[in-house]
């Protein structure tokens, strides 16, 4: 049973993440927690000297925190990207798609059911920050920019 997946490579980081409020308050953090309502935005200015952004799930159904996901990455955040809270394993693939690269579910996931599910789909329908081409631009490629 896995209570921490992680698809980075090297160890996980180990600092205490604070809040996004404390974060833009003080120099020496290296580690945020964003919460749901709060805005990844607020810390684009920051992305250089952070090493890990936890990304609070408390609930399944709340999914502010792939917008968070996406923001952070299309901005150019390479450090550990971590889900942390109400993540399901059938969520895994769209988490992994956003720019989730580390996984700390409140409940262990089956090892068996997370590389599943993981490996179900060989095609995708949306453009992410995977870099992973969607069904339909393999279809149309002249719209891939479309």
Known sequence: MAEFLSFRTGDAAQEPAVT???????????????????????????????????VNFPAF????????????????YEGELRAVGDVLVDQLPAMRRCGFDVF?????????????????????????????TPVWAKRHPEKIDG
């Not at 996004?20 to 919460?35: H, P």
């Open 104 to 132: 700390k579910p409140n409940h262990p996931l089956d090892d068996a059911v997370v590389k599943a599910s993981l490996e179900r789909y060989d095609d995708v329908y949306q453009k992410t920050i995977d870099g992973r």
């Open 20 to 54: 996004v409020e404390a974060f833009t308050g003080q120099s020496n953090a290296t580690a945020v927690r964003i919460e749901p309502g709060e805005d990844a935005r607020d810390l684009l200015p920051h992305l250089d000297r952070l090493s890990l952004v936890e």
């Open 61 to 76: 159904g709340d999914g502010r925190g792939y917008s968070a996901a996406r923001i952070l990455r299309e901005a150019g």
